[in-house]
């Protein structure tokens, strides 16, 4: 196993990966790959994420957590650092969003709006 050589490789091994896995996981990885950012930072592959020689990808949480915390990525922006922080509390399942019920998933949906000022 290995990490893969470029954003690509990595995307296109990320999304096999979730095909089977959560809603939280696919939506973690998705952020990822829509910000166009992490995956093509050679640090982060080489850190968090694994790659098979089937080219499936995947991204071991609680690493990516540890070298979160201890500053491997402070080099990034202010908000690329906030996303990746929320790419991998999706990931993890922090907020345990996996567990909530439509009506309590709702209201999450709104507040992150409102926070981020977006009108639904």
């Known amino acids: 196993m290995s990490a893969p050589g470029s954003a690509t490789a990595a995307a296109v091994g990320l999304c096999r990966w979730v095909r089977s896995h959560d809603a939280h996981v696919r939506a973690a ?43 491997r990525f402070a080099k990034a922006s202010s908000t690329e650092i906030a996303l990746l922080d929320l790419a991998i509390a999706l990931g993890e399942d922090r907020y345990r969003f996996s567990r909530i019920d439509s009506a309590q998933a709702r209201t999450v949906v709104e507040a992150v709006a409102a926070a981020v000022g977006v009108d639904r």
């Open 29 to 71: 990885v998705g952020l990822l790959i829509a910000s166009e950012v992490w995956l093509a930072r050679s640090e982060f592959r080489i850190t968090c994420i694994e790659r098979d020689d089937d080219g499936t990808c995947w991204i071991d949480w609680t690493d990516a957590r540890a070298a979160f915390d201890t500053g």
